[in-house]
């Protein structure tokens, strides 16, 4: 069951993201239409919170404009600090994307709701880092993971971050999805208290194994915060295997980017 939850949120600068293309919004009307029925799901299961729809937010404006000699850095600020992140074009993961802005901003913002101080966190598809850092920047004991070809400028970018910080020292790790999990992540001694992910899902051939991966993670007490812009029919493919596999709220929805903000937790018996 999907359902939708308000939450608060401050009155700041407000960002205007990119616009989907109309080949995007027409393949999103589509399916929308056509096939999602945890789509529909969502929209008959509102009433149950309390609430007509998800809480309707944008992105803020937290990059900060610099002068630098570099164009692949970008300054940003969340809980206060500055964060200066390293991007790269030779790989997807090593940029950052809208979803990585929106649970920034939401883990900045509803600390109260999810109070990540001294939590336990593994981050799925890292990429730059930027949502890890902040998640160290709150407190929690943070695992940053990702592919092989990734981890050197996500080593880069947490070590920058938070070397001089008084915080929980991070950890980045590799990881594919769906392998060797219980050999690299055994059951026995692993388990967080919150996975995220953000921008995951989109044109590639490892949804399942993505899927399998959150399902591995996901035990009881464990909160799934994942973030993506929806483009596809097949990013609502996916969140409709997720709605199958989970129980799945619909946190927040940041329209001008086409991002949904969802929570899942293993359902109960």
């Excluded at 109260?112 to 880092?129: P, R, S």
């Excluded at 400028?153 to 910080?165: A, E, G, K, V």
């Excluded at 989109?202 to 812009?229: I, Q």
Aim: glycine share 4%; net charge negative.
């Amino acid at each position: 069951m999907i359902s939708a939850q308000q939450a608060p949120f401050p009155n700041k600068i407000q960002k205007v993201m990119e616009h989907p293309s109309k080949e995007e919004e027409t393949c999103e009307e589509q399916y929308e239409a056509e096939n999602c029925t945890c789509s529909s799901a969502c929209a008959s299961s509102t009433a149950e919170s309390g609430s007509d729809s998800p809480v309707i937010l944008k992105i803020l404006q937290n990059w900060v404009p610099r002068v630098s000699h570099y164009f692949d850095k970008e300054h940003y600020t969340y809980v206060g600090h500055q964060i200066v992140i390293h991007e790269s074009i030779e790989h997807f993961g090593a940029v950052v994307w809208p979803g990585a802005l929106a649970l920034s901003q939401y883990l900045e913002s509803n600390q109260e709701q999810f109070n990540l101080k001294d939590k336990k966190v593994l981050e799925i598809g890292a990429g730059t880092g930027l949502v890890s850092i902040v998640a160290c920047i709150l407190g929690a004991y943070v695992t940053a993971t990702d592919l092989p070809e990734v981890l050197e400028n996500l080593s880069y970018n947490i070590s920058r971050n938070t070397q001089n910080m008084n915080m929980h020292k991070p950890e980045v790790r590799k990881l594919v999805w769906g392998e060797g999990l219980n050999e690299d992540f055994p059951v026995s001694t692993y388990h967080y208290d919150f996975i995220l992910a953000t921008d995951v899902v989109y044109h590639h051939a490892a949804l399942d194994p993505l899927l399998a991966t959150m399902v591995y993670f996901c035990k009881p007490g464990t909160v799934l915060l994942w973030a993506n812009k929806f483009r596809f029919s097949t990013d609502y493919e996916f969140l409709e295997k997720l709605c199958n596999m989970f129980k799945t709220t619909i946190l927040a929805e940041f329209p001008e980017s086409n991002v949904k903000l969802l929570k899942a937790t293993v359902r109960e018996n």
